[in-house]
């Protein structure tokens, strides 16, 4: 058997009208729907955070190999 939910008035109120609205027949598919939801937000902020880590760990080197090309660039600055 399942673990007992505690559902509040006004969720109850946005479930059914969820219901509705999707055209989902239960109340479980309706959370169900919302935890899949949520799982996927986490894997993108996962994702995002280990895009951030490895754009810090290239940053010095990218620097570098910048600089290198600039020198030999047919474009100066002013």
Known sequence: MGILLMIQKNDN???KSLKKTLGIHSKVDVVRAGLILLEKEAQRLKRIKRWKRAA???LE???EINKE???FSR???L
């Open 56 to 58: 810090r760990l290239v």
């Open 69 to 71: 090309f600039q020198a």
């Open 75 to 77: 474009i100066k600055l």
């Open 61 to 63: 080197n990218s620097r």
């Open 13 to 15: 109120k946005k479930i």
